[in-house]
């Protein structure tokens, strides 16, 4: 019998690779960079599953031509590259990865806010450029981040788990999300509020919401206007649930202390983007699950989700 094709669209923990092989022809696309379209178009024509990253759009023009297709899985816990639905109505199951990469990307936004809160890139950058001349009472001063106030939007999983650490640092924590959440408010004390009451009232605010249609341009030039002066913002969601120009605006005008940013609108950011020249942005190339741990994990997840249907089974983390 002819096996099915897994196409996976990076290199990737070679243990997942190992897994599809006992029971597929897999295509790996080793190069440390995306596929280009064109190539993903061609190869998704003969592939029973794909194994994909975020940085490949599966959408409508992939589907018409990806005949065979009958999954794909997202070596991501974000979805918003995939058009889910289109994929449903063709009856091609999408899978995600979650959980495996909570922690990590709970710790990263949580060293964005401390990075940026107490600029660390800016006194490193001091201190190797020979700037350091003599201890001040003033010198590269930031924000406190113990017992202040921290505000999530989006109160998932890794919503959660920045409230834990927020707990360590004997931080209250506001949140906003569309459906309550019990058991964190009972375990961090998290409180919700409405999304304006957040701004106002938190010394630091973390994004972590899904990029969906209701998020995306989430935070305006309205909603950088309610956050203090001494606030940092952090944003390890998706570049698309933030209006750039304005968070340019509240950062350079001092209408917030600081921003930390793992992910951007259009990535790569360029240099040259408007928002890295200023001095109080901390700026990551989307690393939220980038731990060796985390990333194995995602790419054994996927690659099981993969295995499973094959077998002729369900799907571990189906969306
Ligand atoms: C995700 O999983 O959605 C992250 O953004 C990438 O690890």
Redesign the pocket.
């Known amino acids: 019998m002819k096996k099915p094709k897994v196409l996976i669209t990076r290199k990737i923990a070679s243990e997942a690779v190992d897994l599809l092989q006992q029971t597929a022809e897999v295509e790996v696309w080793e190069e440390d960079r995306p596929m280009p379209r064109d190539v993903f178009l061609a190869k998704a024509e003969e592939a029973t599953a794909i194994l994909s990253m ?1 940085t490949e759009k599966v959408d409508e023009e992939v589907l018409a031509r990806a005949k065979q297709l009958r999954m794909v899985a997202n070596m ?3 979805y918003d590259n995939i058009d889910v639905s289109a994929c449903k109505k063709r009856g091609i199951i999408v899978t995600n ?1 979650p959980d495996v ?1 909570t922690e990590a990307t709970a710790d990263l936004a949580f060293a964005l806010l401390l990075a940026a809160a107490r600029r660390i890139p800016e006194a490193n950058r001091f201190v190797l450029e020979g700037k350091w001349t003599s201890w001040s009472p003033t010198l590269l001063a930031g924000q406190s981040v113990y017992q202040t106030t921290l505000g999530i939007i989006g109160m998932g999983r890794i919503g959660e788990a920045v409230a834990m650490r927020a707990k360590g640092f004997a931080m209250n924590i506001l949140y906003h999300n569309r459906s309550r959440k019990q058991e964190a408010e009972e375990q961090t004390g998290a409180v919700w509020v409405e999304l304006d009451t957040l701004l106002r009232e938190s010394d630091h605010v973390v994004l972590l919401t899904p990029l969906t249609a209701e998020t995306r341009l989430l935070m305006g030039e309205r909603e950088f206007a309610r956050m203090k002066q001494t606030s940092v913002f952090v944003n390890v969601s998706r570049g698309g649930t933030v209006d750039e120009q304005a968070l340019y605006r509240a950062l350079a005008e001092k209408q917030i202390w600081a921003a930390g940013l793992d992910v951007f609108q259009e990535e790569p950011v360029s240099p040259n983007h408007p928002l890295l020249q200023l001095p109080n942005v901390v700026a990551l190339p ?1 690393i ?2 980038a731990t060796i741990q985390a990333r194995t994990e995602m790419a054994r997840l996927a690659a099981a989700n993969i295995a499973s249907v094959l077998a002729g089974g369900e799907p571990l983390t189906a969306l």
Request: hydrophobic share 45%.
């Open positions: 975020l991501a816990v974000g990865t990469l989307h939220g699950s």
